[in-house]
Structures are given as C-alpha cells and as structure tokens.
C-alpha cells in the first residue's frame, strides 16, 4: 500500500502533506526529526491518511493537494473539525 497523510505539528498548528509507502516508519521518522523540513516543528499528530494500491495514484493525489488549492479546500472541509483542534 502506499499512502499520502497529513499531519500537524503539535507546536504551531503547521500542517505537512506527504506520501509513503510505509505509514508508521514515516510518521516516526517526522517525530524524531529525520526529516529536514519537518525536523524544527516536532512534535506531530497524525491527521487523517489515504490509501492506494498504486503508487502513481498516491504521488498524484499529494501533488494535488501540494499544488492545487481546491483539492485541498475539498479535503480541509472533510477533516475541518481535526484541523480545528
């Protein structure tokens, strides 16, 4: 499976949107600051993930929600009371 996710950084609310293909060692790899970008806002919350069968399918999903600000509107409105808190 492959997977892109959201998290949130427990610090200042900052959001991340990434994909994997392996959900847990990723999300470990955030909070104990293997990641460059990630590294100075630890630690994260886990916000809601997606699942697919194909990598293509995960790469583009993230892409959209990167780059495409009403794919992530839509996905905002879904989580709206996750990202709230």
Request: with cysteine.
């Amino acid at each position: 499976m492959y997977y892109v996710y959201i998290i949130k950084s427990k610090k200042n609310d900052k959001l991340y949107i990434g994909y994997t293909n392996d959900l847990k060692r990723r999300f470990q790899e955030h909070n104990e600051g293997k990641s460059t970008y990630t590294k100075k806002f630890t630690p994260w919350t886990l916000m809601c993930y997606e699942a697919y069968l194909s990598s293509e399918d995960a790469r583009e999903r993230e892409r959209q929600l990167k780059h495409h600000g009403k794919a992530w509107s839509q996905l905002k409105r879904k989580i709206n009371h996750s990202v709230k808190n």
